[in-house]
């Protein structure tokens, strides 16, 4: 059944902020002909979401700015056509933002919780997301097939996040975590341990907010010295 997205009024809420003429600038300019469906979704987050526990009621006032926004971002770092794998999804972010403001793109949602996975399928039957598909699973697992990119949010330290994202993506793949205030001791920790590297982009939403992503690869192996 699809999900109904409610205020506790009786009315459709899509979680608009107060200047609806800058949000709606602000979702064309990161959704392009897809604006209605992320407007869906962000009523799906504000009502849905937050009723099942998905999200913090808190978060009602600023879906787009927090989460839909800052999570389309992200397209400006993935290759055209690419596989991507949203580890850890939860309530789709960032991988369905991701996938409405870049269709050409192949998401894979990987969240190992039922209750979130069933919220998941219907977002996608809802909106209609033919380039998304829900996986229930935990990031440790193998997937048949690897993806050429993880993207993932709020769900480890970058060092151990690393780690489990380089089992789902081919070996020249890369890994793309959206990170807060400890970005830079987060990828310091990622070098100190060996095996990766690092760079931290500060990229400019649609809203005009910085979003830091860390775009994390293998470490080129290092070829034996001659003797």
């Known amino acids: 059944m699809s999900p109904r997205a409610r205020s506790r009024s009786g009315e459709s809420s899509?979680?608009?902020?107060?200047?609806?003429?800058?949000?709606?600038?602000?979702?064309?300019?990161?959704?392009?002909?897809?604006?209605?469906?992320?407007?869906?979704?962000?009523?799906?987050?504000?009502?849905?979401?937050?009723?099942?526990?998905?999200?913090?009621?808190?978060?009602?006032?600023?879906?787009?700015t927090r989460h839909l926004f800052n999570s389309a971002v992200l397209g400006e770092l993935v290759a055209p056509s690419a596989s991507v794998v949203d580890v850890g999804s939860g309530a789709g972010l960032p991988g369905i933002p991701l996938a409405l403001a870049r269709p050409d793109l192949r998401v894979l949602l990987l969240e190992p919780m039922a209750r979130r996975v069933e919220f998941l399928e219907e977002c996608v039957a809802e909106l209609a997301l033919d380039n998304v598909s829900?996986?229930?699973?935990?990031?440790?697992?193998?997937?048949?097939?690897?993806?050429?990119?993880?993207?993932?949010?709020?769900?480890?330290?970058?060092?151990?996040?690393?780690?489990?994202?380089?089992?789902?993506?081919?070996?020249?793949?890369?890994?793309?975590?959206?990170?807060?205030?400890?970005?830079?001791e987060e990828v310091d920790e990622l070098v100190r341990q060996g095996g990766f590297v690092a760079v931290r982009h500060?990229?400019?939403?649609?809203?005009?907010?910085?979003?830091?992503?860390?775009?994390?690869?293998?470490?080129a192996k290092q070829g034996r010295k001659a003797p």
């Open 14 to 64: 899509s979680a608009l902020p107060e200047d609806a003429a800058a949000h709606a600038r602000a979702a064309s300019r990161a959704f392009g002909a897809a604006a209605p469906r992320a407007t869906r979704y962000a009523q799906l987050l504000a009502t849905v979401a937050i009723e099942r526990g998905l999200i913090g009621p808190r978060e009602a006032e600023r879906i787009w």
């Open 202 to 219: 500060t990229l400019t939403d649609a809203a005009g907010d910085a979003a830091t992503v860390v775009e994390v690869r293998r470490a």
């Open 134 to 184: 829900v996986r229930r699973g935990r990031a440790e697992d193998r997937l048949p097939t690897r993806a050429d990119v993880v993207v993932a949010r709020a769900v480890a330290p970058l060092a151990g996040l690393a780690r489990l994202a380089f089992g789902l993506c081919r070996p020249d793949g890369v890994l793309l975590a959206l990170k807060g205030a400890k970005a830079a």
